[in-house]
T-cell receptor, first 114, second 111 residues
Framework: DVKVTQSSRYLVKRTGEKVFLECVQD?????MFWYRQDPGLGLRLIYF???????EKGDIPEGYSVSREKKERFSLILESASTNQTSMYLC?????????????FGSGTRLTVV | QKEVEQNSGPLSVPEGAIASLNCTYS??????FFWYRQYSGKSPELIMS????GDKEDGRFTAQLNKASQYVSLLIRDSQPSDSATYLC???????????FGTGTSLTVIP
């Protein structure tokens, strides 16, 4: 069964800490994405990548950075965590092609910044 | 107008009834649409996709696409309490590599 694995299900971090969220997929997908999801705001795209070492800003990149050194791994970095970054973070991957088969999501990381 | 819009609900239906979830979209999306189900505290999971005008059925689920009116619907027949979740509508962007999501409709099926 295909999988997108996020390293942590729950995280609690202190304000100002540097936070790493890891995502690994085993489907050989080209595309990987990081979203955050907040009540009433839906899914908001933070960053995405269509290839190794490639990254593009999404709708809300401020305060975040990403790294994609290998095809299967896409990391989200909170440079200096703040309380307004408390959220559910979802990683997703998809294949590239004329017919896109949709995203496969990871199980999510619920991050609390105190 | 947002690329994909949904009524946030909540929508409540009695067990056994048909639940109807709707989504409208703008000209800025391509013609590929997806429905995701998300249980509370969990990540979204793909239910159905639809690309062509008309209906597509999969078990108790039917997706409907009306390109002239720019809306997509998901019908759930014989609704069960286990169908209680938030349903997300998504449309493929014109570049074909990512999706626009609606904010989701919360469905509660009452036993």
């Amino acid at each position: 069964d295909v999988k997108v694995t996020q390293s942590s299900r729950y995280l609690v971090k202190r304000t100002g800490e540097k936070v790493f969220l890891e995502c690994v997929q085993d489907m050989d997908h080209e595309n990987m994405f990081w979203y955050r999801q907040d009540p009433g705001l839906g899914l908001r795209l933070i960053y995405f990548s269509y290839d190794v070492k490639m990254k593009e800003k999404g709708d809300i990149p401020e305060g975040y950075s990403v790294s994609r050194e290998k095809k299967e791994r896409f990391s989200l970095i909170l440079e200096s965590a703040s309380t307004n970054q408390t959220s559910m973070y979802l990683c997703a991957s998809s294949s590239t092609g004329a017919t896109n088969y949709g995203y496969t999501f990871g199980s999510g990381t619920r991050l609390t910044v105190v | 107008q947002k690329e994909v819009e949904q009524n946030s609900g909540p929508l409540s239906v009695p067990e056994g009834a048909i639940a109807s979830l709707n989504c409208t979209y703008s000209d800025r999306v391509s013609q590929s649409f997806f429905w995701y189900r998300q249980y509370s505290g969990k990540s979204p999971e793909l239910i159905m996709s639809i690309y062509s005008n008309g209906d597509k059925e999969d078990g108790r689920f039917t997706a409907q696409l009306n390109k002239a009116s720019q809306y997509v619907s998901l019908l759930i027949r014989d609704s069960q309490p286990s169908d209680s979740a938030t349903y997300l509508c998504a449309a493929l962007t014109n570049t074909g590599n990512q999706f626009y999501f609606g904010t989701g409709t919360s469905l509660t099926v009452i036993p």
